[in-house]
């Protein structure tokens, strides 16, 4: 029983001291906390301006008409379609869209909305030019313009619609972007906490002589492994609240589920990404054989475990590998939690996931951890 206490007594002082070390380190502190908010902050504001969409276009009124100085001005109003001011001339309109600074280009031509012989109302027909690159825009565009059209046609001319569609939203709430991103930026940060700062600690400590004078010690491997385990769980408890509390105040995000599961959940995923950086940082003599090796294990994990995009955009065949990768049951285990409101007992595949992980993990970190 004295041993017992002993050992966890010796845990809980490199708990402390560790702690304390990277909270004096503003590098650390930099790297762990303020990297990953500057990027929830890019990524945040473009899953942000991407809500809307809108073209940026280019107008050329060849027409003298009534209508059509109301068309262009009720064009100039719109939100969905931004005219370019400066641009008045097709040769113009042409140069900018070969450089992509416009979707498309719309013409009115000298008779758009002139009163033919014969009828009663105005007609016209709106040219709409894009380069092959801008197809996709184009095209929408198009069907954007003949949906206005239709409005002004059954108020000029009444038409009978023999079938029609009908929209019903469902009482449901569907995942934004924002939500898919977030939940990835947290497997970021799990990442540069749980794998860079050992890689970075731990060659540094031996190149001082700091951990074989703590090989003569009675300091065994599995306390120092768990010491800076708790540490970092720490650590990454405090870097990932301060994400979230921006993500809600800045961002708006929902969090559905329930906090203690999905502390508890965030504590497991960096105890086993930790035992990556363990393993790596143990085994390296220093900065140059860790360097590489880290580069071959995180950058796999951070392109294609749904950290910057949603892996449902990937190929079949592609989600099927990256799934069992080490970081992707962490990624979807906390967008399940958080904007899902999933509990324990539907993540088990996650979970056991992650467990099966970290007992290969640290299999091999015990394996290859040496002193100097």
Do not use: C
């Not at 990524?43 to 073209?55: E, P, Y």
């Not at 009124?61 to 209508?67: C, G, K, P």
């Not at 008779?111 to 801008?134: C, M, R, W």
């Amino acid at each position: 029983m004295k041993n017992f206490k002993r050992s966890w007594f010796t845990v809980f002082t490199f708990v402390r001291i560790n702690t304390k070390r990277f909270f004096r380190d503003r590098t650390a502190i930099f790297f762990t906390i303020g990297f990953p908010l500057i990027f929830l902050f890019v990524f945040g504001s473009l899953n942000g301006s991407n809500s809307s969409v809108s073209f940026n276009v280019a107008l050329v009124n060849q027409s003298s008409t009534a209508f059509a100085k109301d068309f262009e001005k009720n064009l100039d109003e719109s939100d969905t379609i931004k005219v370019n001011q400066e641009v008045t001339s097709l040769d113009e309109a042409k140069e900018k869209m070969s450089r992509s600074e416009l979707d498309a280009t719309i013409i009115l031509p000298d008779d758009f909305g002139a009163i033919q012989e014969g009828t009663t109302y105005p007609s016209g027909e709106v040219k709409v030019l894009y380069t092959q690159n801008n197809t996709q825009s184009g095209v929408a565009l198009t069907s954007i313009l003949q949906s206005q059209f239709q409005v002004i046609n059954n108020k000029l001319v009444p038409t009978v619609t023999p079938f029609t569609v009908a929209g019903e939203e469902l009482n449901e709430n569907s995942l934004s972007a924002f939500d898919y991103t977030f939940a990835g930026l947290l497997g970021f940060a799990i990442i540069g906490m749980g794998i860079f700062g050992p890689i970075n600690v731990f060659p540094e400590l031996k190149k001082m002589g700091i951990l074989r004078r703590l090989s003569t010690t009675p300091l065994r491997v599995w306390q120092y492994f768990v010491s800076t385990m708790i540490g970092q769980a720490i650590i990454g408890l405090v870097a990932i609240a301060v994400m979230f509390a921006v993500a809600i105040a800045v961002f708006h995000l929902q969090v559905v589920g329930n906090w203690l599961e999905l502390a508890i959940f965030i504590i497991f995923s960096i105890a086993m990404i930790l035992g990556i950086g363990l393993a790596l940082g143990g085994w390296a003599k220093n900065e140059r054989q860790v360097a590489p090796l880290a580069n071959i294990v995180v950058f796999p994990m951070m392109f294609l475990s749904g950290t910057f995009f949603p892996r449902f955009l990937m190929p079949e065949w592609l989600q099927n590998i990256t799934t069992f990768l080490p970081l992707t049951p962490v990624i979807d285990g906390i967008r399940l939690i958080t904007t899902e409101g999933a509990h324990f007992i539907n993540i088990l595949p996650q979970i056991g996931l992650i467990g099966a992980w970290m007992v290969v993990i640290y299999l091999i970190a015990f394996k290859v951890f040496r002193w100097e």
